[in-house]
């Protein structure tokens, strides 16, 4: 029998599609400066280069801002073939939260982490692999999460990791890398009271909501972390649920204890951790404390958030060779030719 891979998606309820038809040929490629290593930038314009010499329209924007009406503009008109987010995860979700959601995005790993992008897409930055999805990759839909009207792309938290990026968010200067997180982790070790919050589930039509007390909550749409932290290993993208743990004791010593569990995979079976699946719940703050939470790595906000998964929401264009890893079935007929 052949080894399933961690990050297959069963076969049967997924199929690839035929990315956007070869007439279209603008692209819109968004950057982030600040995400990652600034060595790695350098490839950027090679990727430009190499799509303009292809023949590619290329649409380039660094703010963020004026994506969403560049992304409206191109797709109105027929011309948008993809959109291309160039940086780190953060940079993934900020670009799939501004381009119209039928548009395929491309994520090319230049950030800190690159869990969607490297881990579990296995997208190279190389200029040639970029040209070469382009042109002969395929759409898969994923599920997509959302933090009040905030989109996600793999996974949501609160407690003391999104205090540590909202104090990063706040002090931000320059490119990210994973020295930066040092000064912010220790601070949040020092300050960080470890507040409780509640966590409200979906009981579904027939039963009454219950309510978990806890002081760390996590919530995946994919099985990805920093670290490559095993928190929620089975998380599938197609399963239109969202893997949720969360952690009821609160200080240093328990996220020890914690993260040595999680790199176990025992954590499910402490009796001071719940996990469950669910297809959305609700995050409130137990005082008067405002508590930070964090979407994909990025500051997201303060509580409360209401978390829900939407079905098949995120288009992303990835290599046959991925579709097929993750379990994705072939098209029902050729895909089209540039």
């Known amino acids: 029998m052949t080894e399933r891979s961690q990050f297959e998606t069963p076969a049967e309820v997924a199929r690839i599609a035929h990315p956007q038809a070869t007439s279209r040929r603008a692209l819109l490629v968004c950057t ?21 010499e292809r023949g590619y329209l290329l649409r380039c924007e660094r703010d963020l801002d004026a994506v969403h009406r560049v992304a409206l503009d191109l797709q109105t008109s027929g011309q948008l073939r993809a959109a291309i987010a160039i ?64 989109p996600f792309l793999l996974m949501v938290s609160a407690g003391f990791d999104a205090e540590v990026i909202r104090t990063l968010h706040e002090n931000r200067r320059g490119n990210i890398r994973r020295a930066t997180y040092f000064l912010p982790i220790l601070a949040a070790m020092k300050s960080y009271t470890f507040c409780p919050m509640r966590i409200y589930w979906d009981a579904g039509e027939n039963s009454q909501a219950d309510a978990t007390l806890c002081r760390w909550l996590f919530g995946f749409n994919l099985p990805l972390y920093a670290l490559g932290l095993p928190i929620a290993a089975d998380a599938v993208g197609t399963d239109s649920l969202l893997n949720v ?42 005082g008067d404390t405002a508590i930070a939470f964090q979407l994909d790595g990025d500051f997201g906000g303060t509580l409360p958030v209401d978390v829900r998964v939407v079905p098949k929401q995120l288009r992303l264009l990835v290599s046959q060779e991925t579709a097929a890893r993750l379990g994705f079935t072939p098209p029902l007929s050729s895909p089209n030719k540039s």
């Open 245 to 286: 743990c969360a952690f009821e004791r609160g200080s240093v010593w328990s996220i020890v204890r914690y993260l040595w569990h999680v790199t176990r995979q025992t954590h499910h079976h402490l009796s001071d951790a719940v996990s469950r699946q669910t297809r959305r719940f609700r995050v409130e703050s137990a």
């Open 87 to 150: 940086g780190g995860d953060g940079t993934a979700s900020a670009v799939r939260a501004r381009v119209p959601f039928e548009v395929p995005l491309l994520v090319v790993p230049m950030g800190t982490e690159n869990l969607l992008a490297g881990r579990y897409l296995h997208q190279s930055p190389s200029p040639a692999a970029v040209l070469d999805v382009i042109e002969n990759g395929v759409v898969i839909e994923l599920d997509l999460g959302w933090a009040n009207d905030k």
């Open 32 to 52: 982030n400066r600040r995400a990652g290593s600034g060595a790695l930038h350098s490839q950027v314009e090679g990727i430009m280069s190499t799509l303009e």
